[in-house]
Structure formats: structure tokens, C-alpha cells
């Protein structure tokens, strides 16, 4: 090879980095792969935008076919976003023998084996190491990292724009919306946040990574989703009270053959390795079998972290090409998808009640819960500021999430009961 012609889809914020990591760590990639990295040519919506960094006018084009089919170039890097179209898009390059990395999640999470078939029967690659905690090399470590190893669970702040929020609204003792206004000031939180605090960018990024942990098709489907935009300044206060640090966390955890994959605002004790995650930052904790807790942190996006990635997987696409095995690493899922029923995932429940200041209301409470032989780890009932009615925090030991559900059914139905302020999953580390 003396030249590996690259063709971006995009020059937004990650196509700038993905173009000026090529420029900066030219020695370095050259040394790895053995020859230049040359980016040919690079599909804009406009010529005439200005940009971050400085390109050649005559690389630029808005014709996408100048990517697609020119015969030159080998491999298609995907940065513009989309679902749909850029689809089709993908499957035309991979259909003209280039090799694709793309950081899509949105469209991985949804179309990702059918990529990867289409890759495969090319004799192309495919890789998306970017799609999951931007800079963090969170696929490869569970593809490759851990391939010896059984991974019974993974846990993630796989979005920056959440953890941003929570931080600041766990440290400042600011209102939701005060701290997401501040977020889409500096530019962490998008002008539209509904996909980020409704928890469903961090979903697609675990049904990707329960795809590889578990080898089990999961689709965004198959993922239970609640976002932030509930939590309140009171819930914090008293997860402080108790030892708790907020977050939004994305949890997929095998048992016995069965799956369970789901994001949800989370107290973690402050002993869980993921409670000191702080702002935008993300990370990933993985349990395996054999090596028990492990942890990967990182700038989850962002310009360079995210193009890093991109880049590390044009190297591996070289690599490929120098070997002749491109389109050879990609392996279907092992398993049939197995999820498990609400009567077998488990967890501990943080619940926050408004009831009646009366006599006999918590032998009333916790009688339904000794019905279900549900025993609780913590209680509280403190007065805080702007207490109007009695206020009670229980947090349980391990419940299904049928039988707690069926409890909280109950709980509405009961006169005593004013209101079920929240209910959080609790969750420690499995050290401790
Ligand atoms: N919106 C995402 C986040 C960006 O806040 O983490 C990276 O996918």
C-alpha cells in the first residue's frame, strides 16, 4: 500500500478532529500502518461555511457520490449523523468495497447487524468504536479486552449532558432547569436536550454494548428507559442524607442465560467507583466473571476524545487490509435474545412518600411490603425544608420489579399514602 485514501461524511465538530488527528499524528499512524492516511475528499453542506480547521477548497464537495464511488478511496468515515439515509448511504459504500467507521449510535443501535451483514458479505469492515463513550475504548475492551471472560453486568454514565446536569444539581443544590440552561450555555447540552435527559441517546449506547457484553441481539426495544427531567433538588438532599451520589445510569446484567438492559436515574452508594464520575464525563464499569469489577473513564464526546476513536479504527481497517482479512472480524451474536421478565430483575428501591401524619400509617406501608417478603435496608423521616405533610424515605432490600411495581399500584390506592414523590433504583458496587 503507499496511500490509504480516506472519504469523510461530515466536517462538523468530529470530522475537524477525525481530519486534524490525521495531520497531528501523521509519524505515529504511518509508523503503525506503513504508509499516509490521505483524507481525499469530504462531503459539507456548504463550500463556503467557515470552519474550525484549515482544508484544501478542492477536497470539499456536496455531492456525496464524489465519496461513494470514487474508486480511490478506501475507506468512508460516517460523521454526520442520521438514521435513515445515511443508512442507505453506508450500505451503497460498503456495496462499493470501502470499508466504513462510523460514530453513529443512533443509527448502529437501530440498523447495526444489518450493517455488519452487509459489511461481511463485502469482505468489508465495519467499526464504531466512537458510538459509545466518545474517547473511551469502551467496544474493543469488550470485544477483545474481555473475550476470555464472561461479563455478567455493565454499567454506564454513558451520556455527558446528564452527568453534567446531575453534578452540578447534587453539588449547587440548583433546580433542574436552572443547571440545563447553564449546560446549553456552555455548549454541553444541545439546544433540543430530549434525547440526552429523556435518557434515550445513553439507551442506544446500551443496547450496543449488551449486543457485544452479551452476544445477544438487544434492540433499543428492548431497553426500559426513564430520564432525569423528574429528579428533584429534595430526592438529592435526602440520597445525601443516606450515602447517595444521583446518576443516570444504563445497567445490562446477565443471569442465568436471561438479560436485562435499562437506563434509569440511579443512587449509587458513594463507594460505587462510578458515584465520583463527575460532570460531563462518562465511564464504563464492567463485571466479569473471571476478573471480577473493572472500569473505563473518559470524555464521553467532544472534537479530538471522539475523533481518537475514529481514527484508532482507520488504523485497525489498515491493519486489516495489510493482513487481507478485512470483513473476517465481525461475528454474529451467539445467543437467542433472552430477556427476563419483571419477576426476575432485581434490585434495591429508594421510595420517597407524602403521608398523613397519623397513627397506624407505617404499619400500614410496610405491611404490604412484608406481603411480598420485602424487607427494608434503610428508613428516614426527616424534616426538611418546605415539609408540608410527613415525609418518609424507605429503601429496600433486593425486590423484583413486578412485585415492586405491584406495591407502588397499592401504595396509590391507600388513603394514608398523599403521594409517591420518586422511586429510584439503588445500587452498589459488587465489592462492597
Ligand atoms: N449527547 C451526547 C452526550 C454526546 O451528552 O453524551 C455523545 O454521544
Redesign the pocket.
Known sequence: MNEISIGLLGLGTVGSGVVQIIEDHQEKLMYQVGCPIKVKKILVKSLDKERAIEVDPSVLTTDVNDVLFDPEIDIVVEVMGGVEQTKNLLIQALNNKKHVVT?N?DLMAVYGSELLTVAAENGCDLFFEA????GIPIIRTIVDGLASDRITKMMGI???????ILTKMNNGGASYDEVLKEAQELG???AD?T??VEGL??AR?MAILATLGFSMKIDLADVSVQGITGITEEDLQYGKQLGYTMKLIGIAQEDDGKVEVSVQPTFLSNSHPLASVQN?Y?AVYVCGEAVGETMFYGP??GSLP?ATSIVSDIVVVMKNMRLGVNGKSAISPQYQKNMKSDAEIFSKYFLRLQVSDSIGVFAEITSLFAEHNISFEKILQLPIQKRVVAEVVLVTHHASKRDFEDILGRLRDLQSVKNIKSCYRVERSTGN
Request: glycine fraction near 12%; proline fraction near 4%.
Open positions: 460514530a449510535k458510538s459509545v463513550a466518545g454513558v451520556n455527558g449532558t446528564t452527568n453534567f454541553f447540552a444541545e436536550p434525547s440526552d441517546d445513553a449506547k460531563e462518562n464521553g464526546a471522539t
